[in-house]
């Protein structure tokens, strides 16, 4: 790890408590059906919860089984990158914040229409505020 890197991870500690940096930072994955947005459905924008970048509407969240919040689309496609992930022994896409690089989930295409997609996100990489 180069000292830019850790120095960046001192800092995020700082910021953020253990579970939110072996998530956010760490490309970790809570526990399905454990966190707080899994089955909230209240109007509102959610944002990242390391940095503040807005990342997606209630509008577009739905229940998707899975135990972790789903949205079958962003605010906006600038605001959230997308990698390809071989981990696991298997390929996916990751979803990361576009802007403090956090990592948030997963996309699949097994989502509802119109997008097809289903953004499978943390419940500890969002903070939700009331529209």
Known sequence: MSENNENNND???KK???EEFKILRMCGTERPFT?????FFEPGTYFCAACGNK????QTKYDSGSGWPAFYDTVGSKNVRLIEDFSLGMKRVEVRCSQCDSHLGHVFE???KPT?????INSICLKHHKS
């Open 11 to 13: 800092e995020w500690k």
């Open 16 to 18: 953020l408590n253990d």
């Open 35 to 39: 966190g707080e947005y899994y089955s």
């Open 55 to 58: 990342l997606f509407s209630s």
């Open 110 to 112: 097994d989502g509802p």
């Open 116 to 120: 097809g997609l289903r953004y499978c």
